[in-house]
């Protein structure tokens, strides 16, 4: 049911008859139940509220995923707060610049952080054990706080993105946007009571704290949870599971491991993959191996989720199906107009839940919507007849070689098809006639592809301009904690290679 306000209306309406139901269940540590999860944030709200957060207050959470981390997601929103989860990876001097941006009312971070960064009058709680410095132990001895209430447009959560084309922006999120998208993807993926998640991701991303655990909490089922992803760890946890979500890198690891069995996974309903682009060679091998198609979707930290391939119906390699219940989708020129099926554009998607803004920036904001409200993404990707929807990579990563658009997942697929590659990333190079060259990074397996082999695949699938003039072979390709292939950072590292 969609409620109005503040969205932890929802997430509470939805467990009410549930309150004694397992929520959080760390293998050999500590079970919390729905009711329990519910009291700790209510305490908190109370801490961050006698800290100084009041209603649209910024609260920054750089921590290490626990039980705790999920009570104060739901404490800020409980507090009226705005959360702001940030990558524990980055640096005392990338927080700084976070804490310029969204300047919150208060900063929760590990208690090894102390000292390290200027908190701008800020206050800063830590979060990890219960003596009395830290939130839990700070909450154990207050009363719990009522849900402030707020207006479903007030914003629930800024997340800020990747920054690929210059400093990270703040994704600015409502209630009402976090809550559409949580009954969008409850609804699309057939959640019930009797569900259980299996949950390896991060919580500072879309994937883990909206996507995984919203789904979750709407049909308030039991949570394995775990701090980080273990193949072993998830494997052994299968077969007690109905649901398990994951990035490419996940699958990959799955897939080596023996644990891996159709035996495990007779108890599972559901897979579903993100964040980064499934290979179609992994997409086959996991069907094989365990009878279970992978449910791929597509969004971003700005959209959330806004396609989903069918739950019930054909899911097919390489594409991100459909969209979700209240998102329109296009795909268009540059300059909006749309276009027909078969034809590559940027993607454009519509509706209310999508973000609300950009944080205090009303020139990108006004940039990445048009007039008649679509939101430019800058994928890049075509409809086939049905409406399906296949991703070509980021319009930032498309290469202009001599006026000729090349779409680098064109030539990755053709690549990647070819015995003795693991995964390739194309990008391209300067080049002082062309503009630009196509340069391939590849992963060789341990029996490589020889140039021959490439050679030909290339020449029987490609028009000659969209063919690397340089193959560079390399132990890995960069990513980001999500999985994504970092093709900044390859564009950086091989910006000298000869076309």
Known sequence: MITTGNFVHALHEAAASRSDAPFLLQPG??????????????????????????????????????????????????????????????????????????????????????????????????????????????????????????????????????????????????????????????????????????HGLPLFHVHGLFVALHCAMLAAIPVTFLTKFDAELVASALPHATVFMGVPTHYARLLASPALTREACANMRLFTAGSAPLTEAHFEEFAERTGHVICERYGMSETMITTTNPYDGERRAGTVGFPVNGVELRVATTDGRALGPGEIGVIEVRGDQILREYWRRPDATAEARRKDGWFITGDIGSLDDEGRVSLQGRAGDMIISGGENVYPKEIELVLDAVEGVVESAVIGVPHADFGETVAAVIVDADTPATDEALDQALRSSLARFKHPKQIIRVDALPRNTMGKVQKKMLRELYSAAKG
């Open 29 to 198: 540590g500590e079970i919390i139940t729905y009711g329990d999860l519910y009291l700790r944030a209510a305490k908190m709200a109370r801490v961050l509220q006698q800290a100084g957060v009041m209603p649209g207050d910024r609260v920054i959470l750089q921590a290490d995923k626990s039980i705790d981390s999920v009570a104060v997601y739901v404490a800020t929103l409980h507090a009226g707060g705005v959360h702001v989860p940030l990558n524990t990876a980055f640096t005392d001097e990338e927080l700084t610049y976070f804490i310029d941006d969204s300047e919150p009312s208060a900063i929760v971070v590990d208690p090894s952080r102390l000292g390290r960064f200027d908190p701008k009058g800020a206050a800063v709680l830590t979060l990890g054990g219960d003596d009395g410095g830290t939130v839990a132990g700070l909450a154990h001895g207050t009363s719990p706080l009522p849900v402030v209430d707020r207006d479903e447009m007030d914003l629930g959560s800024i997340l800020y993105t990747s920054g690929t084309t210059g400093r990270p922006k703040g994704a600015a999120l409502s209630h009402r946007n976090l809550q559409l998208n949580a009954h969008a993807l409850h609804d699309a993926w057939a959640f019930q009571p009797t569900d259980h998640l299996v």
